[in-house]
Nanobody
Framework: VQLQASGGGLVQAGGSLRLSCAAS????????IGWFRQAPGKEREGVSC????????FYADSVKGRFTISRDNAKNTVYLQMNSLKPEDTAVYYC???????????????WGQGTQVTVSS
């Protein structure tokens, strides 16, 4: 059972990135998937989550209107499209799976390794 986040990189402010969270060893169909991020010296915070069917999604206020979460269960992958990136979005981004919906870390049971996103000003 493994989650792998990818798609991070270095981008200028105002740019875009699309992160992917791919699962191996299990199917994502029945799980809520959350995206979290952790900046140096800060707590890991919830960014967005999406329910198993993809019809429900939720965003932190800090990313609302700029980030879009989606999922393709056929590809066993969840995406986070990040537009209008700001330097304060710089962090390691993690995806996680769970059976409950929300942005609290303790709702999630499996975590992937993170992918670094760096936004330059």
């Amino acid at each position: 059972v493994q989650l792998q986040a990818s798609g991070g990189g270095l981008v200028q402010a105002g740019g875009s990135l699309r992160l992917s969270c791919a699962a191996s060893g299990f199917t994502l169909d029945y799980y809520t998937i959350g995206w979290f991020r952790q900046a140096p010296g800060k707590e890991r915070e919830g960014v967005s989550c999406i329910g198993p069917s993809g019809t429900n999604s939720f965003y932190a206020d800090s990313v609302k209107g700029r980030f879009t979460i989606s999922r393709d269960n056929a590809k066993n992958t969840v995406y986070l499209q990040m537009n209008s990136l700001k330097p304060e979005d710089t962090a390691v981004y993690y995806c996680a799976s769970g059976h409950r919906y929300g942005l609290e870390k303790n709702l999630y049971i499996s975590w992937g390794q993170g992918t670094q996103v760096t936004v330059s000003s």
